[in-house]
């Protein structure tokens, strides 16, 4: 009887491993099949290992948004043909930029059983000159345009501009010397032309002028500003109501802007501006969709903004001037940066 009862139960276990590695290669076939899917989906992006080099003449450079093994990484594409097959780099970043052969890489680092994060400075082989830990999740970031001097934003309590119970932080450094702001709240604060002092202060999403000059937004007292920021002087000055995540044009005269509407719902407030920094006109583009990014400048009349799509994030493009339509310039793209 005990032989039996034994036999019985060697019977059921090999019937349950036997069962169990079945259900354990359906399962891995499944999800070969579906990788194999998403690498072959039809109009998908062709993404193939090779070298990118910032500011390589005629070349896009971003973060590959497309499934696979090389999404997140940095790529570059022929700018005359974005959907074109694009060359990954293998550098993984969730936040970049690069101007005047530096990047800028806000990446996550596992340190245990936690997430952190940090600011990787890239030469123009996407080498690493400099590490620097963050404060928090990345947000923003920014390049100067002769590539010296660095920015970037982190979420330090909150993940979403969209309410008011987030804090930021944001730091400038000169990659150069190394000399870095930890936190520019801590900059003189002008709020039409008087010093302001308060507690609720956050500040993000610079874009830079020159070495020493930029433009970010200052939030205080449920209101946002463009403010201009000299670093020479450690100040800041407000210029302009309800602006978010602003983005100098190449000729300096205009910024693109987020701006909250009236009438939108809270989970989606925004449409994409210009601002003429010289009248103080603003010109509300042909994209009437919520634009939850810090748009870029493709050239002196178009605009480049990502939005959500079929792999997380597209790009699409608009005219600066208010003309036009939207229309889609690559799939499964985000932080883009354009050279001749």
């Known amino acids: 009887m005990n032989l039996t009862r034994a036999h019985r139960l060697l019977i059921l276990l090999a019937a349950v491993l036997v069962l169990g590695g079945v259900a354990l290669g359906a399962t891995l076939h499944a999800a070969?099949?579906?990788?194999?899917?998403?690498?072959?989906?039809?109009?998908?992006?062709?993404?193939?290992?090779?070298?990118?080099v910032l500011g390589a003449t005629g070349r896009t450079v971003f973060r590959n948004m497309a499934w696979g093994p090389h999404r997140d990484e940095i790529a570059s594409v022929d700018g005359r043909a974005p959907s074109g097959p694009r060359m990954s780099s293998g550098v993984r970043c969730l936040r970049f930029h690069s101007a005047g052969g530096t990047g800028?890489?806000?990446?996550?680092?596992?340190?245990?059983?936690?997430?952190?994060?940090?600011?990787?400075?890239l030469d123009a082989r996407l080498r690493e000159r400099g590490r620097y830990d963050l404060a928090g999740?990345?947000?923003?970031?920014?390049?100067?345009?002769?590539?010296?001097?660095?920015?970037?934003?982190?979420?330090?309590?909150?993940?979403?501009?969209?309410g008011s119970a987030f804090s930021t932080r944001t730091s400038i450094l000169d990659v150069r010397t190394g000399e870095l702001d930890r936190n520019i709240e801590t900059y003189?604060?002008?709020?039409?032309?008087?010093?302001h002092l308060s507690a609720d202060l956050n500040v993000w999403g610079v874009t830079f002028a020159d070495d020493g000059r930029f433009y970010a937004t200052a939030a205080?007292?449920?209101?946002?500003?463009?403010?201009?920021?000299?670093?020479?002087?450690?100040?800041?000055?407000?210029?302009?109501?309800?602006?978010?995540?602003?983005?100098?044009?190449?000729?300096?005269?205009?910024?693109?802007?987020?701006?909250?509407?009236?009438?939108?719902?809270?989970?989606?407030?925004?449409?994409?501006?210009?601002?003429d920094l010289r009248s103080g006109r603003e010109t509300a583009t042909a994209e009437r969709r919520n634009v939850d990014d810090q748009a870029v400048w493709r050239d002196d009349r178009t605009l480049v903004y990502s939005l959500?799509?079929?792999?997380?994030?597209?790009?699409?493009?608009?005219?600066?001037?208010?003309?036009?339509?939207p229309r889609v310039l690559m799939e499964a793209a985000l932080a883009p940066v354009f050279t001749g």
Request: contains cysteine.
């Open 104 to 121: 800028i890489c806000l990446r996550s680092v596992r340190r245990g059983l936690r997430d952190a994060y940090r600011a990787v400075v």
């Open 188 to 195: 003189r604060f002008l709020l039409d032309g008087r010093p």
């Open 137 to 162: 999740v990345p947000s923003r970031a920014r390049v100067a345009p002769g590539g010296r001097v660095a920015a970037w934003t982190v979420f330090v309590s909150g993940d979403s501009y969209a």
């Open 308 to 325: 959500p799509g079929d792999y997380g994030s597209d790009l699409w493009t608009v005219p600066a001037d208010g003309s036009g339509t």
């Open 220 to 275: 205080t007292g449920g209101r946002t500003y463009l403010v201009e920021g000299e670093r020479r002087t450690r100040t800041l000055r407000s210029l302009h109501a309800n602006v978010e995540c602003p983005s100098l044009s190449p000729d300096g005269t205009r910024v693109a802007y987020k701006k909250r509407v009236a009438g939108a719902s809270p989970d989606a407030p925004w449409r994409l501006y210009v601002l």
């Open 32 to 52: 070969g099949r579906a990788a194999e899917k998403d690498r072959e989906r039809p109009g998908g992006p062709r993404v193939l290992p090779g070298e990118v």
